[in-house]
C-alpha cells in the first residue's frame, strides 16, 4: 500500500494488484450483474438445483422422523412409563407404536429424494441438453 501527502492535506491511497483483485471480487458481490449469466456457470447452477430441493425434503423428513423414533424409544427406555403409574404397560405400546411410525417416516426419506430428484430432472432436462449442445460445438 502506498501513501502520497498531498498539498491539501489529504491522502491518496494505492492498494497493489492482489489487493485490487479483492476489492473487485467484494465489489461483485454487492452490485447487480448486468452481463448474461455464462452458459457453463449457468449449467452448473441448474445441475445443482436439481438436487437442493430433494436433498431439503429428504433432510427434514429424516430429521422429524428419527425425532419421533427417539421419542417412542424414550417412551419405552426410560422412567417416563413409571410416572404414568397403571398406565405403565400403555405407555410402551404406545412407545412402540410411536417409534414404529418414527422409523417408517425416517425410511421414507432416500425413496421421496429419489422421486423428488427425478421429477426436478425431468422438468430442466430440455435446458440442460440445449445448454449442453451449445458448449460442446
Aim: net charge positive; charged share 25%.
Amino acid at each position: 500500500m502506498e501513501n502520497n501527502n498531498q498539498g491539501n492535506g489529504g491522502f491518496t491511497y494505492t492498494y497493489s494488484a492482489k489487493e485490487q483483485l479483492e476489492i473487485k471480487r467484494i465489489r461483485e458481490k454487492y452490485t447487480p450483474s448486468t452481463e448474461p449469466e455464462d452458459k457453463m456457470a449457468r449449467l452448473r447452477r441448474l445441475d445443482a438445483s436439481s438436487t437442493q430441493a430433494a436433498q431439503i425434503v429428504s433432510l427434514a423428513l429424516g430429521i422429524v422422523g428419527t425425532l419421533i423414533l427417539g421419542f417412542g424409544m424414550s417412551l419405552i427406555m426410560t422412567e417416563l412409563s413409571k410416572i404414568l403409574g397403571d398406565f405403565q404397560n400403555m405407555a410402551m405400546t404406545i412407545g412402540i407404536v410411536i417409534g414404529i411410525l418414527g422409523g417408517a417416516i425416517a425410511s421414507l426419506a432416500y425413496p421421496i429424494y429419489t422421486i423428488i430428484l427425478k421429477k426436478k430432472r425431468k422438468k430442466i432436462a430440455p435446458e440442460i441438453i440445449r445448454l449442453t449442445d451449445e458448449l460442446m460445438k
